[in-house]
């Protein structure tokens, strides 16, 4: 299930073993106090924490008699483990038999930042997958939108996603804007697109991502605002070069590669929102050119990495095969 389905599954009871699995630490801690809130009762005693990485061989003994024990004058007893990845001959010997008759006592979450380690724990008996991965930008503004109206405060589907962009839908800052943003507004009661371009801080990488952007559309005085504003503030002619390679690379992937969406959006870390939308820039562009333009930025990051040019030099070449070839 995602994240944002877990709340109503709680309503419906407790489940034997969570596996809360993907990179947002945000969903991966929220999902967890959720279900700790729900159904723990004397934490002292009925709650145990362990590291993944700690329970090898004989000490998967410990951990199953540990998920066996009955709770201390409560219904549930809580194990939790931290990025547990079992081999397939592990799970096989120590945990199969007991996923296969899971104690009705006990509760089992397992908190895992990576996937596709290990045996493929989501598709075992017993165990609820919950999707802790990063959402796409139009779930976070809808999050968001939702969030600010449960605070009484107004504001616009255009604001909200704006917070989404500029914090490129990492829950834990988006959490963290929109609290700032209800305490700031709560007299006014409503939040601005104007707000949020004021007040949320745009994070580097989008930064980047409004950049590299402007290529597609020629934009040479975005693009030069843009950069110029990234080198004020401590990033090199080496990095925005590089990004510009990286930039033409997946575009010439992504238009190139026969792949559905998500088979490209897991190979490139993107979401497919971000895929389809990069497929049109890399169309306006031409796959050609594409061509060209990352096999000459890739050429200038080497030539200033190895002493060829100087960093100006290097940027101004990037800029004229870019914008002016």
């Known amino acids: 299930m995602e994240y944002v389905q877990l709340k109503d599954d709680i309503k419906e009871g407790a489940r034997p073993v969570y596996l809360l699995e993907g990179n947002d630490a945000y969903f991966r801690i929220h999902a967890e106090k959720q279900i700790r809130d729900a159904f723990s009762e004397m934490p002292e005693l009925n709650y145990s924490s362990y590291d993944g990485a700690d329970i090898k061989g004989s000490a998967f003994s410990a951990f199953t008699a540990a998920l066996q024990a009955f709770p201390f004058?409560?219904?549930?007893?809580?194990?939790?483990?931290?990025?547990?990845?079992?081999?397939?001959s592990e799970f096989e010997r120590y945990l199969k038999p007991l996923f296969e008759n899971f104690p009705s006592t006990t509760i089992l979450i397992i908190v895992n930042s990576?996937?596709?380690?290990?045996?493929?724990?989501?598709?075992?008996?017993?165990?609820?997958?919950v999707n802790c991965n990063k959402s796409d930008e139009e779930t976070v503004t809808r999050w968001a939108y939702i969030t600010f109206k449960r605070a009484g405060?107004?504001?616009?589907?255009e604001a909200c996603g704006a917070i989404a962009a500029y914090c490129l839908s990492d829950m834990?800052?988006?959490?963290?804007?929109?609290?700032?943003?209800?305490?700031?507004a709560k007299d006014a009661g409503?939040?601005?697109?104007?707000?949020?371009?004021?007040?949320?801080?745009?994070?580097?990488?989008?930064?980047?991502?409004?950049?590299?952007?402007c290529v597609a559309r020629r934009d040479y005085a975005s693009f030069a605002a843009i950069s110029d504003d990234l080198l004020s503030k401590g990033l090199d002619e080496n990095a925005l070069i590089s990004s510009l390679a990286t930039y033409f690379k997946n575009l010439l992937y992504i238009v190139s590669s026969g792949e559905r969406d998500g088979e490209i959006a897991s190979a490139l870390k993107m979401t497919e929102w971000g895929v389809k939308k990069s497929r049109e820039q890399a169309r306006a562009i031409g796959a050609e050119r594409l061509s060209?333009?990352?096999?000459?930025?890739?050429?200038l990051a080497s030539a200033l990495k190895s002493g060829e040019?100087?960093?100006?030099?290097?940027?101004?070449?990037?800029?004229?095969?870019v914008f002016f070839s």
């Open 73 to 88: 004058m409560a219904e549930k007893r809580i194990i939790k483990v931290s990025e547990f990845y079992p081999s397939e």
């Open 114 to 129: 990576q996937g596709k380690k290990g045996v493929d724990l989501k598709r075992k008996k017993a165990v609820t997958y």
């Open 153 to 157: 405060i107004s504001a616009s589907q």
């Open 172 to 184: 834990s800052r988006v959490s963290r804007e929109v609290e700032k943003l209800t305490e700031w």
């Open 190 to 213: 409503k939040v601005t697109r104007a707000d949020v371009d004021e007040l949320v801080y745009k994070d580097a990488d989008y930064r980047i991502y409004e950049m590299t952007n």
């Open 292 to 299: 060209t333009l990352f096999s000459g930025t890739y050429s």
């Open 309 to 321: 040019m100087t960093p100006h030099g290097a940027f101004k070449t990037a800029l004229a095969k």
